[in-house]
């Protein structure tokens, strides 16, 4: 009003102030522990440690994990987008919800649950068994694990493929179809590359969680199975080691970044587009 | 407009005052460490391990001396040395191992205990157990045992038809998904070594790199790594073998008749968790009157037939009132019989080689 500039100062104060505390400070910090030894000398050991053998494999376990889960999650979510996107408008609300439900409930305790359902003589293995259905064995083991991450991030990629596809005007489909495009066609050359966006918001709303995961991991993983974030609690709640800890953070935020990029790329993109 | 703005300016400063205040916080405190002012404080914070307590007891002391409780838990040791290394202050009394109250000695983060001001649990600890305490306390000065037990083998005697007296069982492959064990360093690392006769506490890198190289050869075989759970799988049918401490054996068997608990024949770790006060506690004068309570038979017989742990009470163990517990070999085993050790502190680089193993045998 008397002056715009000062008044949006004043009023983005708090944010400013809750991000310089809770995000930029910590941030620093994990900064200078990852590039610092015990005695607060620099050094690169700490993010170069990711090449020894123990941490290397529980990356590339973590990597591959989260991928496939990522991909399973965008072959189921993307067609539920498509069917949603078609269907009428009261029942689109009603399917959102579905969907949504289940995060209103804790994340672990809905972990926690799968534990109970997978166990050897737990819920799913009994119903079998009554069945005389062979029982499944999957709990403490890779697979356990990537249902974990597919169940607790599904919403995730469904959210953002569902707002994309939507978007896309239905006249564009309607001109292709009239121009000759075939149903496969239509879906390859103008459904996926217009909701590009939002396929690429997914993905890395799913991948960036279930790569630095390390609940999941310990609970259907039985301790067994030691992902990247795994490690990575274990030197600052078990060894008490910052600096080692803060150095593979370090590490993990290389791949955060580069998600980043992608997706903000994508996004200039689509805005000159 | 303005005003407003100046508020807001002087919250931003002042909550980042406060940032800077708290984080000086932590390393002034040092200096008005271990006087244990009697202050009238009617609080007191207590770090126990993970269902280690009759609940109703934290109650009665409260009614009983107006202080009030907080009562926080920690699920292995080493998990609990972080959160007391970062603040000191931040808790009154705690209940560690044995090694791991010798780290805290050596580090000078525990009181000195005026033993003045602890005549029932002077009187009803047993003999043995201080003696056995001289092992990480010597000379008894930071410490009041709470707990005590071995750690051994808990099997289904229905789905295990051997003879389970050796810790080798646990390499058997026709248990193969089936077997149990601790996922903590020390407790895991001990049963191999333990199993090929070298010392629970050795630091000779052949000997742990063999112990490292067996354990990575029988993850196959392990249905997973667990602490308090292990408890839980054996009493649902879930296991056939699991490395447990006594104390949950007695629990697990009033759940599942079917479980048996043995101490191997090569020998088994011997373990004291004991009461000790941080040396920058704020509520010294309630941390000793809780010492004190827990070490009333009375109390310490409710604590054990709640948690089922061994007490080193005598005059609880004289209340208790089942005479097959109050002789139980499990609760009450003859130590002469078996070969035991004690855990002790291995100093920094010690500590440090048991994580790289551990880091090892984790990420196989």
Redesign the interface.
């Known amino acids: 009003?008397?002056n715009s500039r000062?008044?949006s100062?004043?009023l983005s104060?708090?944010y400013?102030?809750w991000m310089?505390?809770f995000i930029i400070?910590p941030l620093l910090m994990v900064f200078y522990f990852g590039l610092t030894d015990a005695g607060g000398a620099f050094t690169f050991a700490n993010v170069a440690s990711i090449a020894s053998?123990?941490?290397l494999?529980?990356l590339l376990l973590a990597l591959e994990l989260s991928f496939i889960s990522t991909v399973i999650c965008f072959l189921i979510a993307y067609p539920l987008a498509l069917i949603l996107a078609h269907s009428r408008i009261s029942s689109q609300g009603l399917i959102i919800t579905i969907f949504i439900l289940p995060m209103w409930m804790n994340f672990l305790l809905r972990t926690m649950a799968w534990m109970t359902l997978l166990?050897?003589?737990g819920v799913i293995n009994t119903i079998l068994s009554f069945l005389h259905l062979p029982t499944q064995?999957i709990i403490?083991t890779p697979a356990a694990i990537v249902l974990g991450m597919v169940y607790n991030f599904l919403p995730f990629m469904i959210l953002p493929l569902y707002n994309a596809v939507s978007r896309i005007d239905p006249a564009v489909i309607e001109a292709a179809r009239d121009l000759g495009a075939g149903r496969f066609q239509t879906l390859w050359k103008i459904t996926l590359p217009l909701s590009a966006g939002g396929i690429i918001s997914g993905v890395t709303m799913v991948f960036i969680p279930a790569l630095t995961t390390f609940a999941i991991s310990t609970l259907l993983?039985?301790?067994?199975v030691?992902l990247i974030g795994?490690?990575i609690e274990?030197y600052?709640?078990?060894?008490?080691d910052v600096h080692l800890g803060s150095g593979l953070s370090l590490v993990l935020m290389v791949f955060i970044i580069i998600n980043m990029v992608v997706s903000a790329v994508s996004d200039a993109k689509e805005q000159t587009d | 407009?303005k005003g407003?703005?100046r508020v807001?300016?002087t919250?931003?400063l002042a909550?980042?005052a406060c940032?800077f205040a708290l984080g000086g916080c932590g390393s002034n405190t040092s200096g008005s460490a271990g006087t244990g002012e009697a202050s009238a404080s009617k609080e007191l914070v207590v770090f126990n391990w993970a269902e280690y307590i009759d609940p109703e007891v934290i109650t009665e002391f409260e009614e009983e001396t107006g202080i009030t409780v907080v009562y926080e838990e920690f699920s292995?040791n080493?998990?609990m040395?972080?959160l007391l290394?970062q603040d000191p202050s931040a808790y009154d009394v705690l209940c560690p191992s044995d090694y791991m109250i010798s780290k805290l000695i050596e580090q000078d983060m525990l009181l000195e205990l005026d033993m003045e001001k602890l005549p029932t649990a002077r009187e009803q600890i047993g003999e043995q157990y201080w003696k056995e305490s001289e092992g990480f306390d010597p000379g008894n000065k930071y410490s009041v045992p709470y707990c005590w037990g071995t750690v051994g083998i808990l099997y289904n005697t229905t789905m295990v038809d051997d003879v389970v007296d050796s810790w080798s069982i646990l390499w058997d492959e026709k248990y193969a998904?089936q077997i149990y064990m601790q996922?903590s360093?020390r407790d895991l690392l001990m049963v191999p070594l333990m199993m090929k006769g070298y010392s629970i506490n050795t630091l000779n890198e052949n000997e742990l790199e063999e112990a490292t190289q067996m354990l990575i050869d029988q993850?196959p075989l392990?249905?997973?790594?667990?602490i308090d759970q292990v408890r839980d799988k054996m009493i649902?049918?879930?296991g056939a073998l699991g490395v447990i401490y006594s104390g949950e054996a007695i629990f697990t068997q009033r759940e599942n008749p079917d479980l048996e608990y043995v101490i191997p024949k090569e020998g088994t770790n011997v373990w004291i968790d004991s009461w000790v006060i941080s040396k920058e506690a704020k509520n010294v004068e309630n941390a000793y009157a809780w010492i004190e309570f827990m070490s009333r038979p009375e109390i310490a017989v409710r604590n054990f037939e709640y948690i089922t742990y061994s007490t080193p009470n005598e005059g609880a163990r004289e209340l208790i009132e089942d005479e097959d517990i109050k002789n139980s070999e499990i609760a009450f085993p003859d130590l002469s019989k078996y070969k035991l050790e004690t855990f002790l502190y291995l100093g920094e680089e010690g500590?440090?080689l048991y994580?790289d193993y551990w880091?090892?045998i984790?990420?196989?």
């Open positions: 009003m008397f000062k008044a100062a004043g104060s708090p400013v102030a310089t505390i400070v053998p123990e941490h494999k529980s166990e050897g003589t064995h403490n993983g039985g301790s067994k030691l795994n490690v274990s600052f709640m078990l060894s008490y | 407009m407003y703005q807001l300016s919250l931003v909550s980042v940032v292995t080493e998990i040395y972080p290394a998904g996922d360093v993850k392990v249905q997973g790594y667990f649902g049918g879930e500590d440090k994580n880091m090892r984790k990420s196989e």
